[in-house]
Antibody
Framework: QVTLKESGPGMLQPSKTLSLTCSFS??????????VSWIRQPSGKSLEWLAA???????YYNPSLKSRLTVSKNTSNTQVFLKITSVDIADTATYYC???????????????WGQGTLVTVSS | DIQMTQSPSLLSASVGDRVTLNCKAS??????LAWYQQKLGEAPKLLIY???SLQTGIPSRFSGSGSGTDFTLTISSLQPEDVATYFC????????FGSGTKLEIK
């Protein structure tokens, strides 16, 4: 059974760095074809793909946010992390991690999602 | 960037109706399209991938069609539990989502 769960600070101040963790079970990110992405959704709005990391450690970023994002994984391939620097109010959203399967690593569709973690940026 | 436009933004229909939701890409994405259902307070759920492939466990009343720039999600007989917002997503170049269609029961 594949499960993913996000964790984060809940609230942080503008200009700080947001650190998020996606902990998952039911698969290993070392398995060929596995890709874990971060996607966010401001309240009442649509979804925005942020970043992904694949089984080979290759990383993919949304070009519009690339300069602020860093995605990584742990050595046991059970967690994926996302850091977003210099946050502001516009970064307030529910942040999801989600799993894809791909032959060349680039994410495609997302069959498994975490429950999401709400992050509020406020002074 | 490839832009995804969904219409209508709000759809009201009766139980048992055949419902059609639309998604248009700003350029040819072939069949690189997925559909998701998101109920209030929940994460999105994958319904359709590769434009017309039904995800395992999804009821057969859901179907997808289209290729190129124009795509459709059809619910053959609307059920009360289908109340949700539906998003399309392209994965041909980068990954972008549409703005969503909110489906209500009349």
């Amino acid at each position: 059974q594949v499960t993913l769960k996000e964790s984060g600070p809940g609230m942080l101040q503008p200009s700080k760095t947001l650190s998020l963790t996606c902990s998952f079970s039911g698969f290993s990110l070392s398995t060929s074809g596995m890709v874990v992405s971060w996607i966010r959704q401001p309240s009442g709005k649509s979804l925005e793909w942020l970043a992904a990391i694949d089984w080979d450690g290759d990383k993919y970023y949304n070009p519009s946010l690339k300069s602020r994002l860093t995605v990584s994984k742990n050595t046991s391939n059970t967690q994926v992390f996302l850091k977003i620097t210099s946050v502001d109010i516009a970064d307030t959203a529910t942040y999801y991690c989600a799993r894809s399967e791909a032959t060349v690593g680039v994410p495609n569709w997302f069959a498994y999602w975490g429950q999401g973690t709400l992050v509020t940026v406020s002074s | 960037d490839i832009q995804m436009t969904q219409s209508p933004s709000l759809l009201s229909a009766s139980v048992g109706d055949r419902v059609t939701l639309n998604c248009k890409a700003s350029q040819n994405i072939y069949k690189n399209l997925a559909w998701y259902q998101q109920k209030l307070g929940e994460a999105p759920k994958l319904l359709i991938y590769n434009a017309n492939s039904l995800q395992t466990g999804i009821p057969s009343r859901f179907s997808g069609s289209g290729s190129g720039t124009d795509f459709t999600l059809t619910i053959s007989s609307l059920q009360p539990e289908d109340v949700a917002t539906y998003f399309c997503q392209q994965y041909y170049s980068g990954l972008t989502f549409g703005s969503g269609t909110k489906l209500e029961i009349k």
